[in-house]
T-cell receptor, first 113, second 115 residues
């Protein structure tokens, strides 16, 4: 059963713009929320992750915003670059449960030059 | 440092044939995961090993699927007999299970096409 809903399915942004991808989860036991970046022909790679004890985490141009009460979290990519074009997956799991990672359906981001 | 290694990268086979996918996890990692990725269902966990022991195989779709991990550096996922609906990208991932939040490192995947 899908426990993490991700939107939009696809996103086109101009170079220099802000890309925003949203996710919502159902299981309040989840306490670890990673985002993965996947390029064509490659496996997903961890981009950035957040735990619910903070509302925001920033790493370079990538920021996760987390709203625990709404059970929502989002990825913001500032100053989007063509090299950011990839598929992005949000995920959620209970930190100690390695085998219980639930992935969103993915967002295909295209950054136009 | 080599990441997770999977072989073959592409496999095309005919319905009814046996397919074996291979994975070499990152050295020192003690957890291994097999995932399947399709457009319809996204990323799904098939099976999870810890210290070479299958811990959770609830995601294995049918008896046609089997997975083994004979040692810490090698795992196989076998489909016998294969069916067209098995066509997908299969990923192997590994992690170093500790008491904290363990990052999973994914291999490049095997794209399986069953005709």
């Amino acid at each position: 059963q899908q426990q993490v809903k991700q939107s939009p399915q696809s996103l086109i942004v101009q170079k220099g713009g802000i890309s925003i991808i949203n996710c919502a989860y159902e299981n309040t036991a989840f306490d670890y929320f990673p985002w993965y970046q996947q390029f064509p022909g490659k496996g997903p790679a961890l981009l950035i992750a957040i735990r619910p004890d903070v509302s925001e985490k920033k790493e370079g141009r990538f920021t996760i915003s987390f709203n625990k009460s709404a059970k929502q979290f989002s990825l913001h990519i500032m100053d989007s670059q063509p090299g950011d074009s990839a598929t992005y997956f949000c995920a959620a799991r209970r930190g100690s449960e390695d085998n219980d990672m639930r992935f969103g359906a993915g967002t295909r981001l295209t950054v136009k030059p | 440092d080599a990441g997770v290694i999977q072989s073959p990268r592409h496999e095309v086979t005919e319905m009814g044939q046996e397919v074996t996918l291979r994975c070499k996890p990152i050295s020192g990692h003690n957890s291994l995961f097999w995932y399947r990725q399709t457009m319809m269902r996204g990323l799904e966990l098939l099976i999870y090993f810890n210290n070479n022991v299958p811990i959770d195989d609830s995601g294995m779709p049918e008896d046609r699927f089997s997975a083994k991990m004979p040692n810490a550096s090698f795992s196989t996922l076998k489909i016998q007999p294969s069916e067209p609906r098995d066509s997908a990208v299969y990923f192997c991932a590994s992690s170093a299970r500790t008491s904290g939040y363990n990052e999973q490192f994914f291999g490049p995947g095997t794209r399986l096409t069953v005709l």
